[in-house]
């Protein structure tokens, strides 16, 4: 029985991940933020250089953060 309470636990860390995985914004600390800016003027759009930079972090991770930040269109 102990074995079922704890595969319970497991699962709702799991559903946490995969919840927070699908976030529209994804969460970056400040430091992320200011590298992610300087390679961004530095090589521009070149996700995949700048993810290179920063550890965990995915090409469609960065190229997302940027565009929700500083995207420009209006509507």
């Known amino acids: 029985m102990a074995d079922l309470?704890?595969?319970?636990?497991?699962?709702?860390?799991?559903?946490?991940e995969?919840?927070?995985s699908q976030?529209?914004?994804p969460e970056f600390s400040e430091d992320e933020e200011t590298l992610?800016?300087?390679?961004?003027?530095?090589?521009?759009q070149r996700w995949s250089l700048?993810?290179?930079r920063?550890?965990?972090?995915t090409?469609?991770?960065i190229e997302k953060y940027w565009t929700s930040r500083y995207s420009t269109t209006t509507e």
């Not at 309470?5 to 946490?16: A, C, E, K, L």
């Not at 300087?38 to 090589?43: E, G």
């Open 5 to 16: 309470g704890h595969s319970s636990d497991d699962t709702s860390v799991d559903s946490r």
């Open 36 to 44: 992610i800016s300087r390679m961004y003027n530095l090589v521009g």
């Open 23 to 25: 976030d529209s914004k």
């Open 59 to 61: 090409a469609e991770e």
């Open 50 to 52: 700048i993810a290179g």
């Open 18 to 20: 995969e919840n927070s």
């Open 54 to 57: 920063i550890p965990g972090r």
